[in-house]
C-alpha cells in the first residue's frame, strides 16, 4: 500500500516540474521576443585623460550607460549634467570639488553603481619658463615654447590681433601639447606689432602671464615645410607576418615586457587625439591595426588601394592614423596596448607630421642645444660614486668635476636642462654632493617619465629643479651630485627651440667653405681631409680656411657632406689628440648625422663647448674614419 502511494505521488510530482520548466521556457520566449537579447550591465571600461582639472573634457568608455542618472567623483563632487553619446560613451566636464588625492569614479543609474578599476588624479598647472625671454622678438610665424608641469590643461593663449583685439589660439591650433612642454605659433599677419603680455589660460580658470615680447607679423614670402616629429625608429626587428612583434604601449604601462617600445604620456596623449603616420618597406602588404589582445581593431585591415595608404614609389608604403575617430579601440590601449601586425611588409618608423612656417628672410625655427659640461671619458662609470659632483663658482672645494658658471647655475636652478647618459638599464639619483636630499624623492629607472631611451645605447634625463625647494635650499652649499648605479654621464645641456633670422630653410644664404673636386678620394683612416686655417698653415693640409671662415667653424654650426653607404666618422685633430664628442658617428648613433637618400650623407657640426677647441688651431681639423668620400664643408647665413 505503501508503495503504490509514493509511485502515485512521484508521477504526480514529476508532471508538476515538468509544467513548471515548460512555463517558464515560454516566458523566457516571450521575454527575449519582446525586449531582444540581453545587453551588458552597467560597467566602466576605461575614461580619458586620467589626470583631471576643473572642466577638464573627459570621456568615459563602459556598458549599460543609458540610464545613468548621476556620475560622482572622487570627494563626493556630483555631477547630473552629461552627454549621454551611447549606451558605453559618456561625455563629462571635471567638476570643481575634486579630492586633490584623487580616487575612484562612481557612475549610478536606477539599477545599482558602479566603480571605475582605475583612479582618477588632479592636476595643476604650473609654468616654469619659456623659450623667449622679457624684451625679445616674437615674429609671424614664429614657434613659442612653454615649459612646466601638467601643462595640457592649457586651453588657450591670448594674444593681441592687428587692431589690438584680444584674440584666442585656441589649445587644437597649438603646434604641440605635452605634459612638461607646450608650443604655439604667432600669428602670421593678424598680430598687433609692439610690446604686450601675452596670457595662458587653463580650464579650471587660471591666467598665467607670458613674459613682455615685442610682436611683429611675418615677412611676405614666406613658406610651410612638413617637419616630421619622430615617436619611434626600428632598429632591425624583421617583417610583419600575423605576429605581435609590433607591440606599443604607454610609459610604464608594459608590466609583462612584452612591447617592443614605451611611449611617453605627453607623446601617447598627442597619438590618442592627432593624426600620425607608420612608414613601412613593402611591395603588397595587409596592415592591421588592432590592440595586443587582438579583440578590437582601429578599422578593417588596410592594403594597396586603400585612402589612408600611401604608395611612395621607392619601395616603401606610408599609413596615416588618427585612432580618436574610434573611441572604442582607444578605450582598450592603456590597458591592451597598440599593436601592428598583418603580412608582408615591415615597419620603419612612426612620427608626426607638422607644417612649419618659414619666413621669407630665410628665418626659421631651430632646436639649439647649449651645452654646460661634455665629459672627456676619464671620469669612468657611476656605482653609488660621487665623482660627478658639480659646484657653482662661487662655492668650490675641490671635490666638484666642474665648477659651473654662476649665471648657468642660476639658470639650471630655474629651468628645464637635460643630462645625456650612456647605460643599459640605469639607476640614477639627482641628489646633493651631502646625499642629503633627492630630486623628486626617488631614484630614476627606465620608465620613469623623465627619462627618455634614444635607442643608441644613450639615454637622456630631463630635469627641471625649480619645483624641489628641499634640493634647492641645499644646492648651493651641498652641491649637485649625479650617482647611482649602470650608467656614465656623457653631457649636461640647456635645449631650446629658438627663431633664427636668415639661416636654413630654402632661402637661407649657402656659404660653401670648401669643395672637394673628387680627388683625393675615400677616408680609409687616413690623415688626408685635414683643414688649417691660413694662420697655421703647415703643408699637410688639403685647404687653408680664411680665418672668418675659421672663426664660424669654432663657434657656429657647420655641415660636412659626404659620399658613403655605411660610413664611420671621427672629426679630430690633426694630432689625433681630441675627438669631438668623444666618439665616432655611425648611421642610427645620432640624430646630427643624416641620410639623404640618394647616397650622400650631411653631418652637422657645432664644436662650441668641445674640448676639441683647445687644440684645433695649432693640430688642424680632420675628418677621419672608414668609407666615406667628403664632398663639401659649408654654413648658412
Known amino acids: 500500500m505503501i508503495s503504490k502511494i509514493t509511485k502515485r505521488h512521484l508521477i504526480g510530482l514529476l508532471f508538476i516540474i515538468c509544467h513548471l520548466s515548460f512555463s517558464m521556457m515560454l516566458a523566457s520566449c516571450t521575454e527575449d521576443d519582446d525586449n531582444g537579447p540581453a545587453h551588458p550591465g552597467l560597467g566602466i571600461k576605461t575614461f580619458f585623460p586620467t589626470k583631471v582639472v576643473t572642466n577638464q573634457p573627459m570621456t568615459i568608455n563602459g556598458s549599460g550607460f543609458t540610464d545613468v542618472t548621476e556620475i560622482e567623483f572622487p570627494g563626493g563632487a556630483k555631477v547630473t549634467n552629461f552627454e549621454i553619446v551611447s549606451d558605453d560613451m559618456i561625455r563629462v566636464d571635471a567638476p570643481s570639488g575634486i579630492a586633490t588625492e584623487g580616487g575612484k569614479i562612481i ?126 625608429k626600428n632598429d632591425g626587428a624583421g617583417a610583419v607576418s600575423w605576429n605581435g612583434i609590433y607591440r606599443f604601449a604607454l610609459e610604464g604601462h608594459d608590466g609583462a615586457n612584452e612591447c617592443i617600445a614605451e611611449i611617453p604620456q605627453d607623446i601617447w596623449d598627442r597619438m590618442m587625439t592627432e593624426t600620425f603616420y607608420l612608414d613601412i618597406q613593402a611591395t603588397d602588404p595587409q596592415v592591421r591595426i588592432t590592440n595586443g589582445w587582438w579583440d578590437s581593431n582601429w578599422k578593417d585591415d588596410i592594403q594597396p588601394g586603400n585612402e589612408l595608404l600611401t604608395d611612395n614609389g621607392d619601395g ?160 648651493d652649499v651641498q652641491h649637485l651630485l649625479f650617482t647611482g648605479d649602470r650608467y656614465t654621464p656623457l653631457e649636461i645641456y640647456f635645449k631650446e627651440e629658438i627663431w633664427v633670422d636668415g639661416g636654413g630653410g630654402s632661402n637661407a644664404n649657402e656659404v660653401v667653405i670648401w669643395q672637394g673636386d673628387g680627388s683625393a678620394g675615400a677616408v680609409s683612416w687616413n690623415g688626408t681631409y ?58 642610427g648613433t645620432s640624430d646630427l648625422l643624416k641620410d639623404n637618400g640618394d647616397g650622400t650623407w650631411t653631418l652637422e657640426i657645432n664644436l662650441s663647448g668641445d674640448p676639441i677647441l683647445d687644440a684645433l688651431d695649432v693640430e688642424h681639423l680632420l675628418f677621419t674614419g672608414d668609407r666615406f668620400t667628403p664632398t663639401k664643408l659649408y654654413y648658412y647665413e
Open 107 to 232: 557612475l549610478r543609474s536606477a539599477n545599482g553603481q558602479v566603480e571605475s578599476r582605475l583612479p582618477l588624479t588632479v592636476g595643476h598647472t604650473q609654468v616654469t619658463g619659456f623659450s623667449k625671454q622679457p624684451g625679445e622678438t616674437a615674429a609671424g610665424g614664429e614657434l613659442i615654447t612653454v615649459f612646466g608641469t601638467d601643462l595640457e590643461f592649457i586651453n588657450a593663449v591670448e594674444l593681441l590681433d592687428a587692431d589690438s583685439v584680444p584674440q584666442l589660439i585656441d589649445h587644437q591650433d597649438f603646434y604641440r601639447k605635452g605634459t612638461n612642454n607646450l608650443i604655439f605659433r604667432v600669428p602670421l599677419k593678424n598680430i598687433y606689432k609692439g610690446t604686450f603680455v601675452g596670457i595662458l589660460h587653463t580650464y579650471d580658470g587660471q591666467s598665467i602671464s607670458m613674459p613682455e615680447l615685442t610682436y611683429e607679423p611675418a615677412a611676405d614670402e614666406g613658406h610651410w615645410e612638413t617637419v616630421k616629429t619622430i615617436i619611434w
Open 316 to 475: 616603401t608604403w606610408t599609413v596615416a592614423i588618427n585612432v580618436a575617430d574610434n573611441p572604442d579601440y582607444v578605450a582598450t590601449l592603456l590597458e591592451k596596448h597598440i599593436l601592428f601586425t598583418g603580412d608582408r611588409y615591415t615597419p620603419i618608423q612612426i612620427y608626426f607630421e607638422d607644417q612649419e612656417w618659414v619666413d621669407g628672410g630665410g628665418g626659421h625655427s631651430e632646436i639649439v642645444k647649449t651645452s654646460i659640461w661634455k665629459s672627456d671619458g676619464s671620469a669612468g662609470v657611476v656605482s653609488w660614486s660621487s665623482q660627478y659632483r658639480f659646484s657653482s663658482e662661487e662655492n668650490v672645494t675641490g671635490e666638484e668635476i666642474y665648477a659651473i658658471p654662476m649665471d648657468i647655475w642660476k639658470k639650471m636652478k630655474t629651468e628645464t636642462f637635460y643630462l645625456d647618459l650612456e647605460a643599459t638599464d640605469p639607476q640614477i639619483r639627482v641628489t646633493t654632493g651631502w646625499w642629503s636630499t633627492t630630486w623628486t624623492g626617488e631614484d630614476i629607472f627606465p620608465g620613469n617619465e623623465h627619462l627618455t631611451d634614444n635607442g643608441d645605447g644613450t639615454f637622456t634625463l630631463e630635469i627641471n629643479l625649480s619645483g624641489d625647494a628641499a634640493l634647492l635650499e641645499l644646492l
Open 530 to 587: 685635414r683643414f688649417a686655417n691660413v694662420e697655421h698653415i703647415t703643408g699637410e693640409e688639403i685647404y687653408a680656411i680664411p680665418m672668418d671662415q675659421w672663426e664660424v667653424i669654432r663657434t657656429s654650426t657647420f655641415y660636412l657632406d659626404l659620399e658613403a653607404t655605411d660610413p664611420q666618422i671621427r672629426v679630430t685633430t690633426g694630432w689625433w689628440s681630441t675627438t669631438w664628442t668623444g666618439a665616432d658617428f655611425q648611421p
